[in-house]
């Protein structure tokens, strides 16, 4: 039995000696050559999202001011990603019980993130009483426009754009009536000018449209509705992400 668990463990040193000499050889041999002349992408900018479970930040919000300055001026982070669940267009109130603890994020996400209440039968005229706005004025008075502040003292412009989210299902959708998500997104805009002076850079039309099932036909008709409505507006809308 002794000589057995020696055994085994000089095989297991063997094998591991081994493995190290062949990356070390690999290291070793692999030489990587840059040449300045020669440009292939240029990157203008790094990212991240800000997700729409804030409370995975409150607990943080007394060092966010270091976290938001290291992000600016030391990880160069220039762009933000908003996103926007489809349950904003419902009734006001769930979002003042999430932030206060009244609701948990399980709740949140099972009842109100992804259910979409319309406001209206008409997709050209909005009721703003019938949204909530409440998770995004967060993240914007908390993350956003201070961050906008921190570029802003190095002399960068942040780049904001928003991003539908809908991974539920609800009596009312807005990808069945292009119209209205032209609407839902125009509202968002409205709103973020309106009370921040800020209009987003961007829009993606669905988040990981893949994962929610939507095909490509729903994305082209939600493109080809949205896209006259915000450049109307003169607002830029970015293509979908995957």
């Given at each position: 039995?002794?000589?057995?668990?020696?055994?085994?463990?000089?095989?297991?040193?063997?094998?591991?000696?081994?493995?190290?000499?062949?990356?070390?050889?690999?290291?070793?041999?692999?030489?990587?050559?840059?040449?300045?002349?020669?440009?292939?992408?240029?990157?203008?900018?790094?990212?991240?999202?800000?997700?729409?479970?804030?409370?995975?930040?409150?607990?943080?919000?007394?060092?966010?001011?270091?976290?938001?300055?290291?992000?600016?001026?030391?990880?160069?982070?220039?762009?933000?990603?908003?996103?926007?669940?489809?349950?904003?267009?419902?009734?006001?109130?769930?979002?003042?019980?999430?932030?206060?603890?009244?609701?948990?994020?399980?709740?949140?996400?099972?009842?109100?993130?992804?259910?979409?209440?319309?406001?209206?039968?008409?997709?050209?005229?909005?009721?703003?009483?019938?949204?909530?706005?409440?998770?995004?004025?967060?993240?914007?008075?908390?993350?956003?426009?201070?961050?906008?502040?921190?570029?802003?003292?190095?002399?960068?412009?942040?780049?904001?754009?928003?991003?539908?989210?809908?991974?539920?299902?609800?009596?009312?959708?807005?990808?069945?009536?292009?119209?209205?998500?032209?609407?839902?997104?125009?509202?968002?805009?409205?709103?973020?000018r309106t009370k921040y002076g800020i209009v987003p850079d961007g829009n993606n039309i669905m988040n990981e449209?893949?994962?929610?099932?939507?095909?490509?036909?729903?994305?082209?008709?939600?493109?080809?509705?949205?896209?006259?409505?915000?450049?109307?507006?003169?607002?830029?809308?970015?293509?979908?992400?995957?």
């Open positions: 039995m002794l000589s057995n668990r020696v055994g085994y463990i000089l095989s297991f040193c063997l094998i591991v000696f081994l493995g190290l000499t062949w990356v070390g050889a690999r290291a070793a041999s692999t030489v990587i050559a840059l040449n300045p002349a020669v440009t292939y992408q240029t990157m203008t900018g790094w990212e991240t999202y800000l997700g729409s479970t804030v409370w995975d930040y409150k607990p943080y919000l007394p060092g966010f001011d270091r976290a938001l300055d290291l992000a600016a001026n030391d990880l160069g982070i220039t762009r933000l990603m908003l996103t926007v669940h489809s349950g904003t267009e419902h009734p006001p109130g769930y979002a003042a019980q999430y932030l206060d603890g009244t609701i948990n994020e399980g709740v949140l996400i099972r009842q109100y993130a992804y259910d979409i209440i319309n406001d209206n039968a008409d997709p050209f005229v909005a009721d703003l009483t019938r949204f909530e706005f409440g998770i995004i004025d967060w993240r914007m008075e908390n993350i956003v426009l201070p961050y906008k502040q921190k570029l802003e003292a190095r002399g960068e412009k942040l780049y904001l754009y928003l991003s539908y989210v809908d991974f539920g299902e609800s009596a009312f959708e807005h990808y069945q009536d292009p119209q209205e998500y032209a609407e839902f997104i125009l509202v968002l805009f409205d709103h973020l449209p893949d994962l929610a099932g939507w095909s490509a036909t729903t994305m082209g008709r939600l493109v080809a509705a949205t896209g006259p409505r915000l450049a109307a507006a003169r607002i830029a809308s970015a293509a979908p992400s995957n």
